[in-house]
């Protein structure tokens, strides 16, 4: 398959659209236009035979769930490891006891009059298409002071601002995009006893947060309540006892019923609906963990990790201050290294099986953003269907095609 990140389309489709080093479409548009554009190409796949895409599972018996990723069924066969035998959809007059026939059920697939021991149900299906996203570029900001060459120590981040804690034992607050401090205290604390939220900068202590609002938690006679940091009640638990998080410290909290804290390196889940606790992450470099929506992130040797998988490895930074927000207008953003804004996304690869998808979905992109300027879009739309047209020139033709689209089940 021939490769390319998202970003590379994005450049190829300003360039056709004689928009380049242009900020004219915004990165949140260009979001919605590759994503409209690969549904687009990601159903004529479906319906010009290309297989692609194409997965199987396999199954023994009359019914089987199907898989999460379903999105459209292509063939349904029985097989004796040899020879495949292809199984039409049952029709509304078809009686159950000829056949064999198959048909959906809600989420299953059912066989009706199964023919032979040891033989198993081979489905083909197209899964559901991959998202795909691009990576806004990288943002140098205005740093914090440096005292004999070393910067102030990151606190914690909030939206557009940073927590910091300077030398002179002071705590400052830095707006990002204007690059203006203004100093909190002036006394001595521990660095971590300070977060910052969207309102205000709040004593840390027992407080963690959730999309940048703080929360807290309180036990008290075999009772574990969530509350809002201002004392509304959110949730409680019977528990047998006190979790005893460490150091009375909850780092995180998903919105749901779970409860982030780092233990002995690891990140462990607290479940608030059934008192159990389950381990995420082991060997954690930082005691960071920022939940935003669906989305947990932290640290470990290999780099900054969200829901498990690598985001941005540690060869991209040295030093990681947190998740200011999930912006989806920009892309942005995580702080790093004193400091650098980088994109929540990464740039997806495009794992094609040739230039022809690549170059429609580029013409495609060129033509949204003609639309969008204004402009007329004739010519670039007429390359965009010529691109379509090798496209399916390109698909191999089945020669049961006709029994298969028969057979079509879209979930």
């Given at each position: 398959?021939?490769?390319?990140?998202?970003?590379?389309?994005?450049?190829?489709?300003?360039?056709?659209?004689?928009?380049?080093?242009?900020?004219?479409?915004?990165?949140?548009?260009?979001?919605?236009?590759?994503?409209?554009?690969?549904?687009?190409?990601?159903?004529?796949?479906?319906?010009?035979?290309?297989?692609s895409f194409l997965k199987t599972f396999s199954f023994e018996g009359e019914r089987c769930e199907l898989p999460r990723d379903f999105y459209q069924l292509f063939y349904v066969c029985y097989s004796d490891g040899l020879n495949e035998r292809p199984i039409n959809r049952k029709a509304k007059t078809s009686l159950t006891n000829n056949g064999p026939y198959y048909d959906m059920e809600g989420d299953d697939i059912v066989v009706f009059n199964k023919i032979g021991c040891g033989r198993k149900i081979v489905v083909y299906y197209f899964p559901i298409r991959d998202s795909i996203t691009y990576a806004s570029?990288?943002?140098?900001?205005?740093?914090?002071?440096?005292?004999?060459?070393?910067?102030?120590?990151?606190?914690?981040?909030?939206?557009?601002?940073?927590?910091?804690?300077?030398?002179?034992?002071?705590?400052?607050?830095?707006?990002?995009?204007?690059?203006?401090?203004?100093?909190?205290?002036?006394?001595?604390?521990?660095?971590?006893?300070?977060?910052?939220?969207?309102?205000?900068?709040?004593?840390?202590?027992?407080?963690?947060?959730?999309?940048?609002?703080?929360?807290?938690?309180?036990?008290?006679?075999?009772?574990?309540?969530?509350?809002?940091?201002?004392?509304?009640?959110?949730?409680?638990?019977?528990?047998?006892?006190?979790?005893?998080?460490?150091?009375?410290?909850?780092?995180?909290?998903?919105?749901?019923?779970?409860?982030?804290?780092?233990?002995?390196?690891?990140?462990?889940?607290?479940?608030?609906?059934?008192?159990?606790?389950?381990?995420?992450?082991?060997?954690?470099?930082?005691?960071?963990?920022?939940?935003?929506?669906?989305?947990?992130?932290?640290?470990?040797?290999?780099?900054?990790?969200?829901?498990?998988?690598?985001?941005?490895?540690?060869?991209?930074?040295?030093?990681?201050?947190?998740?200011?927000?999930?912006?989806?207008?920009?892309?942005?953003?995580?702080?790093?290294?004193?400091?650098?804004?980088?994109?929540?996304?990464?740039?997806?690869?495009?794992?094609?099986?040739?230039?022809?998808?690549?170059?429609?979905?580029?013409?495609?992109?060129?033509?949204?953003?003609?639309?969008?300027?204004?402009?007329?879009?004739?010519?670039?739309?007429?390359?965009?269907?010529?691109?379509?047209?090798?496209?399916?020139?390109?698909?191999?033709?089945?020669?049961?095609?006709?029994?298969?689209?028969?057979?079509?089940?879209?979930?």
């Amino acid at each position: 398959m021939t490769t390319y990140n998202a970003k590379d389309l994005i450049e190829q489709a300003q360039m056709l659209a004689d928009l380049q080093n242009s900020d004219f479409i915004s990165w949140k548009e260009n979001m919605m236009f590759l994503d409209n554009a690969w549904s687009d190409l990601y159903q004529q796949i479906i319906n010009h035979g290309d297989k692609s895409f194409l997965k199987t599972f396999s199954f023994e018996g009359e019914r089987c769930e199907l898989p999460r990723d379903f999105y459209q069924l292509f063939y349904v066969c029985y097989s004796d490891g040899l020879n495949e035998r292809p199984i039409n959809r049952k029709a509304k007059t078809s009686l159950t006891n000829n056949g064999p026939y198959y048909d959906m059920e809600g989420d299953d697939i059912v066989v009706f009059n199964k023919i032979g021991c040891g033989r198993k149900i081979v489905v083909y299906y197209f899964p559901i298409r991959d998202s795909i996203t691009y990576a806004s570029d990288d943002q140098k900001l205005d740093g914090i002071p440096e005292t004999d060459d070393t910067p102030g120590t990151v606190v914690d981040v909030c939206d557009r601002k940073v927590l910091w804690y300077a030398e002179d034992e002071v705590y400052y607050v830095r707006d990002i995009l204007t690059g203006k401090d203004e100093p909190l205290v002036d006394e001595e604390e521990e660095a971590a006893g300070f977060m910052i939220t969207e309102e205000d900068v709040i004593s840390g202590g027992v407080a963690f947060k959730f999309n940048n609002r703080c929360y807290r938690t309180r036990y008290e006679n075999g009772v574990l309540e969530l509350r809002k940091y201002n004392g509304k009640l959110i949730h409680s638990v019977n528990v047998s006892s006190d979790p005893h998080f460490p150091s009375g410290r909850i780092n995180a909290f998903d919105g749901k019923f779970g409860l982030y804290y780092v233990e002995n390196e690891n990140l462990i889940r607290f479940d608030l609906e059934t008192g159990e606790k389950e381990t995420i992450a082991e060997g954690l470099v930082s005691n960071k963990v920022y939940c935003f929506k669906d989305d947990v992130y932290w640290e470990t040797e290999d780099g900054v990790i969200v829901n498990g998988e690598l985001l941005i490895p540690t060869t991209e930074y040295s030093e990681w201050h947190g998740v200011m927000k999930e912006d989806e207008k920009t892309g942005y953003g995580i702080l790093f290294d004193n400091f650098v804004l980088k994109s929540i996304y990464e740039n997806t690869q495009l794992l094609f099986p040739n230039n022809v998808y690549y170059n429609y979905l580029a013409y495609k992109l060129a033509v949204y953003y003609k639309i969008k300027q204004g402009a007329d879009p004739s010519g670039v739309s007429s390359a965009a269907v010529s691109a379509l047209n090798t496209f399916y020139n390109t698909i191999l033709k089945d020669t049961n095609e006709y029994v298969r689209i028969a057979n079509v089940y879209a979930r």
